[in-house]
């Protein structure tokens, strides 16, 4: 009788390990787009003279709305470049500003990419609370990108 239950349970777990969600197959090419989309997107609304380049990026859900159109919900941080905004430069290539009292971002950001390119991209931003900045000149810059810039958007920082 124990034998028969075992038998029984072992092949339950093998038709359990067999079901499951199904899984969205990325190309990592749409993540990486989707997530320079996203930085761009706080660098056009940001009122910081200097570009913002992102770091430590996760994706947090992909939902397919067709066979041909998806969303990604990324989360990333950002952290102000040496390079200034009027240098228009790639922030992938700009050195990030070094010292404590750096501000860095939390950034959660929704892209609605259709033909594996970006049509939509929603941005949150919330500074961390580990940045440490304390100078007037830095709480300044910070206050100048958390004010919405656009109405037609739904950047929120």
Not at 110 to 117: G, K, N
Not at 123 to 143: D, F, K
Request: hydrophobic content about 35%; overall charge negative.
């Amino acid at each position: 009788m124990v034998m028969k239950m075992l038998v029984i349970f072992v092949l339950g777990m093998n038709h359990w390990t067999c079901t499951g969600f199904p899984v969205y197959d990325y190309d990592p090419a749409s993540l990486k787009e989707a997530l320079s989309a996203s930085v761009a997107k706080v660098n056009s609304q940001s009122l910081s003279p200097y570009l913002f380049r992102a770091f430590r990026s996760s994706i947090k859900r992909v939902n397919s709305l067709d066979e041909d159109s998806l969303t990604m919900d990324l989360e990333f941080r950002i952290q102000e470049t040496t390079c200034r905004r009027e240098s228009e430069a790639d922030p992938a290539t700009c050195d990030f500003q070094r010292g404590y009292h750096v501000p860095v971002a939390v950034c959660r950001s929704t892209v609605r990419m259709s033909a594996e390119r970006v049509q939509d991209v929603w941005v949150r931003c919330h500074w961390s609370s580990s940045s440490g900045s304390s100078s007037s000149e830095e709480q300044n810059a910070l206050e100048g990108i958390e004010v919405p810039m656009k109405k037609d958007t739904s950047w929120i920082v």
